[in-house]
């Protein structure tokens, strides 16, 4: 219980961080600017940018750590993860590596925030707020393949889950 309500704090805190961050910075202020040249570090940005946008901050560190766990036991680049598949139209791991629309983020506030939590969480400065999850999709959903695998947690409009 400790713990849990410790984890709830510290994105609390980081929230409210961020918030007043993207409040009082000037918009051409970059969050993440040294690290933004590393390709696993913008993939893994894209992952949450597009696939969580419109989350709570658990949300889209939650996401990222979906592709953070299947680097861990895949042993594959951050890039390889999130772009798998996506040479099959509407059939990838991301639904937004294969939906045939640009990839380029266009709202400057929400991928700052995409790449700092995508830093966080590729250099282990997170919780795991998915529950160890691997596997993730929208609410609005509901995919035969997650039948035989364990909920781990639902958080804004995603249920995770791992094998069992």
Same mark, same amino acid.
């Given at each position: ?31 993440? =600017? ?24 658990? *949300? ?15 042993? !594959? ?13 509407? =059939? ?8 045939? !629309?640009?990839?380029? =983020? ?15 969480? !590729? ?7 998915? *529950?160890? =999850? ?20 639902? /958080?804004?409009?995603? /249920?995770?889950?791992? !094998?069992?």
């Amino acid at each position: 219980m400790y713990l849990k309500t410790l984890s709830v704090l510290t994105v609390t805190f980081l929230s409210l961080l961020f918030l007043i961050m993207a409040t009082f910075m000037p918009a051409s202020t970059t969050i993440v =600017a040294s690290k933004s040249d590393d390709p696993d570090l913008k993939c893994l940005a894209q992952a949450v940018y597009f696939e969580a946008r419109g989350e709570p901050f658990s *949300g889209q560190i939650a996401v990222a750590q979906v592709v953070h766990n299947r680097v861990q036991l895949k042993r !594959k680049s951050y890039c390889a993860i999130v772009f798998e598949g996506s040479s099959r139209r509407n =059939a990838c791991q991301f639904s937004f590596a294969c939906d045939g !629309k640009s990839d380029t =983020a266009m709202d400057k506030s929400s991928w700052q925030r995409a790449l700092m939590v995508a830093g966080l969480v !590729k250099d282990g400065n997170l919780r795991d707020l998915s *529950g160890d =999850a691997t596997f993730y999709h929208a609410t609005y959903v509901s995919p035969g393949w997650s039948k035989s695998l364990k909920q781990t947690t639902s /958080i804004g409009n995603h /249920i995770f889950y791992r !094998k069992m």
